[in-house]
């Protein structure tokens, strides 16, 4: 079985090898001749699918035989017994590094496949050398695994470790991390890995398009729904790992600027770069150097991200283990994307001149120009502050590491600059917006904004504000976070302009969909809500491009509340059942301790506190904590009570003494930020749901208009 | 594009930009970043005092007091095995993190106070998972032979952990070092109150520094999972 895998394994890489040499024969020989030296490539790379389907099937299959042979398999193997059980046999593979690069790897292999499907049947220059940059990625990764024993999913278990078939002595305290055994943790990776992966093809394709010298937009109509497809993913697995934080980890939030966050966040943000930068180049011939600067940034940032978390070189809350001998094929898959295409750029600067007239800054091509700006530097920048304290002290902040707070400085303003470009963008017009027809546009969005608007500030005077007084009030390290900001008109006019721009962004956006439902049932004699239907199934890029918009709009007012203004006290109250305290408007009332030992000497502690808000019951909430007994380890449970409006995250430290300890942090309009998630989500989901007919322009490739 | 227009893209394009250069300026007045140390640093170096640093100790066992707000306890080198080296003194008044307790790492952001005690905002946790070479060990067998003229002598030593003989913390014998990996050979009891390492299971090879007792019981400083085991 090993040696199965093993084989596959350096067939695959073989077979990359053999794609790259026969497309770049096949270019070299002509079309017409190196025909069919090209089509073998092709079918080098289905083969090359086909092998590394059977390596990662083997290693599966490993998985739920309970192979124990592989090292991999005893380092990773789910004890679970719950009925997810099989589900966490599976997520063994992705649990440690090897296997996840076999997945990744894998799936990088199942998007070439996928593209060399596509494009078989026309084998045109483009999509060869397209395929060949994606060979070549792959090819690093082979080589990763191949070469680099730490990297090999198939090393062989010590025999001293097994006594038939079963693990013994030391073999058998090893498994997977009974933190990562939740549901979580079958989802949050292969999501994430699905976009990583993905994001591979538009650089591929990028290159392709640099060394075939081709101008045309037919690279970007053959990477474009990939492209939005594995941001999807992307997002979504960074939505999940949000989720994870908050509620089952306890870290008190769902996002902290970990280095690992980071990491998935980098290729995030250059993508939103990316997928715009697309659109303009598909609808207007323009943006194309954009399009591949953002390309190989989001493909180099991917790798960063990976290294970042892989390498060990920044502390972090996830446990790392240092590996140095990948840290210079990794180096080079960072560095090689932006140099490669830092000199194809050079030598083709004239090819990718793009239309990219525009008479003024009240244009659309402009709303465009400032996302790739501000997606591209605050891409680079939070990795640049991710890896700081690696990094030589001549170096801005060198040596040193960067807080979150410092992330919030730039990333608030930032984030509140870049919504109202997004709520402006799409009633803009292209190249210059006349103020007659802006204002027409903008009229009645207007009025809805000032409704949303009215309704938050409301809110923010009544019940924000006072919160920020509190946490001052209060001191410490929450009073410091805020005071980081400097007076706080400063604090006020950034939340305060967060909520303008949300509800901005969702008015306008929101009118576009009212005002073209209107539009169109007139014409054609429908009614408005079947119109509407009718918008969302055909212009889905635009449709779900704008419920896209909407979530961020969304997704915007609920930061603001749940990251900027929560209240967060210790409370020490008297160990004794009917002791009650309040926090703002909530009293909580200590009901007693529900105390649990289990068979292998753990202890389960949960506290149960009834919550009242003006007298009126609204639950009980049970945080605790886990002794494990043998190891000597205390884990606290966090529990979280969810109202519309906020939530109460509360954690119990225990008791001693008579005198109990209690953290609450109660984080308003949270529900604000997962709902606006989901909707981003179903938007970019419905832009990347695949066309009825063939999305690709029957003008032949490679010809320059 | 006019040339009018370019100049103000421009224009705008350095706003945006250097209002963000601005802002990254200041991070570092604003309290935002801190200087990675270690705890033998921070004992020593006196010219840390007021700065902002970011250190990882280990949690020195029975240090810490957690119905006391703030709340406070000691942390020293994770490498600092036979407990030797320099100790800080940590406040903390934040919510403590999840997997707090003894002998687990905490990486803590905070200022240094005149009197050298760390007054920390932030704290995450790691899960000790230590490993040590057992290179240079004294195997459990030459520690028994070695009889009392072993007893007071601080050493590293290393054993097998006898099957079924961990137990929970508070007892005088934690478990039982074995020779043998099936708990065979001479053996000795290991007195230990911190957290034992992450993977630590029956007949896995442990390091352990400590220092014989009387009673012939190992009483430890330090118990860390043997390399060839990673």
Not at chain 1, 60 to 71: E, N
Not at chain 1, 90 to 97: D, E, K, Q, T, V
Not at chain 1, 106 to 127: C, E, G, H, N, P
């Amino acid at each position: 079985m090993l040696f199965v895998g093993q084989v596959f394994l350096g067939l695959w890489l073989l077979t990359t090898v053999v794609a790259i040499g026969a497309l770049l024969w096949g270019r070299s020989l002509g079309a017409k001749q190196g025909e069919s030296v090209t089509n073998f490539g092709y079918l080098a790379t289905f083969a090359g699918t086909a092998a590394i389907t059977i390596s990662s099937l083997v290693m599966i299959t490993a998985f739920f035989i309970k192979d124990f042979s592989f090292l991999y398999v005893v380092e990773n193997h789910s004890t679970d017994v719950s009925s997810l059980a099989w589900l966490y046999t599976l997520s063994g593979i992705w649990a440690g590094r090897e296997g996840s690069l076999l997945f990744w790897a894998w799936l990088i292999a199942l998007f070439a496949a996928w593209v060399a499907y596509q494009r078989m049947d026309k084998t045109d220059d483009l999509s060869n050398m397209g395929l060949m940059v994606t060979n070549l990625v792959m090819v690093c990764f082979g080589v990763a695994m191949v070469f680099s024993d730490p990297n090999n999913p198939f090393k062989s278990t010590p025999a001293e470790w097994l006594s038939n078939g079963q693990l013994v002595g030391q073999g058998a305290s090893l498994g997977m991390n009974p933190l990562l055994q939740h549901w979580a943790m079958i989802l949050h990776p292969p999501t994430l890995f699905i976009g990583y992966a993905g994001l591979t093809i538009p650089f591929a394709f990028a290159m392709a398009a640099i060394i075939v010298n081709d101008r045309s937009k037919t690279w970007v109509e053959i990477v474009d729904r990939i492209t939005v497809f594995a941001w999807l993913f992307l997002g979504a697995g960074i939505g999940l790992g949000a989720v994870w934080a908050y509620v089952v980890l306890g870290w008190g939030g769902y996002w902290a600027w970990d280095p690992v966050e980071n990491a998935s966040l980098l290729p995030w943000l250059t993508g939103v770069g990316l997928i715009h930068s697309f659109t303009v180049y598909r609808r207007r011939d323009g943006f194309k150097r954009w399009s591949i600067v953002q390309a190989a940034s989001t493909f180099s940032l991917v790798i960063l991200g990976t290294f970042i978390t892989r390498s060990g070189i920044v502390q972090s809350v996830h446990a790392f283990q240092e590996d140095p001998v990948s840290k210079y094929l990794f180096g080079f898959m960072i560095i090689a994307p932006i140099v490669a295409v830092a000199i194809g750029l050079y030598l083709r600067w004239k090819t990718f001149e793009g239309n990219d007239e525009f008479e003024s800054l009240t244009s659309k091509e402009a709303a465009y120009y400032f996302n790739n700006v501000i997606m591209l530097v605050s891409g680079w920048l939070v990795a640049y502050m991710t890896v700081t304290s690696a990094l030589p002290t001549w170096m801005p902040f060198g040596g040193q590491s960067i807080s979150a707070v410092s992330y919030d400085l730039i990333g608030r303003p930032l984030g509140v600059l870049y919504v109202f470009i997004i709520a402006v963008c799409p009633i803009l017009a292209w190249r210059k917006t006349e103020p007659a027809t802006f204002w027409a546009r903008v009229k009645w969005p207007l009025v809805g904004t000032a409704v949303i608007f009215a309704l938050l500030v409301w809110d923010w005077v009544v019940n924000l504000r006072p919160i920020y007084l509190f946490m001052i009030e209060q001191g410490g390290e929450g009073a410091r976070k805020l005071q980081a900001f400097g007076p706080e008109i400063v604090y006020d006019i950034i939340s305060i302009g967060g909520f303008l721009a949300g509800a901005l962004l969702i008015s306008t956006t929101t009118w576009l969909f009212i005002d073209g439902s209107r539009k169109r049932a007139k014409a054609k004699g429908e009614n408005a809500l079947s119109s509407f239907g009718s918008i969302l199934v055909n212009a889905r890029t635009q449709s779900g491009g704008y419920l896209s918009h909407i979530g961020m709009g969304i997704i915007i007012i609920g930061l603001v509340g749940s990251s900027m203004y929560v209240r967060d006290v210790i409370i020490e109250v008297p160990d004794k059942q009917g002791e009650s305290f309040t926090v703002d408007d909530y009293t909580f009332t200590y009901q007693g301790l529900n105390e649990q030992k289990l068979t292998n000497g753990d202890i389960v502690a949960r506290a149960s506190f009834a919550v009242a808000r003006d007298g009126r019951a609204l639950g009980t909430v049970t945080p605790g904590l886990t002794q494990f007994a043998r190891q000597g380890q205390t884990r606290l449970d966090a529990e979280v009570l969810s109202e519309p409006l906020r939530d109460i995250f509360m954690v119990w430290q225990g008791s001693e003494q008579g005198m109990m300890s209690v953290n609450v942090k109660i984080n308003p309009l949270i529900w604000f930020a997962w709902g606006g998630f989901g909707l981003l989500m179903l938007g970019t989901a419905l832009a990347a749901w695949p066309k009825k007919r063939p999305a690709l322009a029957a003008a032949p490739a490679g010809k320059n208009r | 594009m006019n040339k009018r227009a370019r100049n103000r893209l421009i224009g705008v394009t350095a706003i945006v930009v250097l209002g963000i250069a601005a802002i990254f300026a200041s991070i570092g007045s604003r309290g935002g970043t801190a200087y990675y140390k270690s705890v033998e640093d921070i004992a020593k170096d006196k010219s840390l005092v007021g700065e902002r640093v970011k250190v990882g100790g280990a949690v020195v066992p029975g240090s810490w007091d957690r119905k006391s707000n703030p709340m406070t306890f000691e942390i020293r080198d994770e490498k600092d095995t036979y407990g030797t080296g320099p100790i800080i003194r940590v406040v903390y008044s934040e919510g403590v993190p999840t997997t707090f307790g003894d002998g687990v790492t905490a990486i803590l952001t905070g200022e240094i106070k005149p009197d050298g005690t760390l007054l920390a905002g932030e704290m995450i946790t790691k899960c000790p998972s230590k490993y040590e070479t057992a290179k240079g060990a004294m195997p459990v067998g030459d520690l028994v032979e070695g009889g009392e003229s072993m007893v007071g002598k601080t050493i590293k030593m290393t054993g097998h952990v006898k099957p079924g003989s961990i137990v929970p913390p508070g007892e005088p014998v934690r478990f039982y070092a074995a020779e043998d990996e099936g708990g065979g050979g001479v053996q000795v009891g290991v007195g230990y109150e911190g957290a034992l390492p992450e993977g630590m299971a029956d007949g896995s090879q442990v390091v352990i520094q400590g220092a014989l007792e009387q009673d012939g019981i190992f009483v430890a400083t330090n118990v860390s999972m043997a390399e060839s085991q990673k």
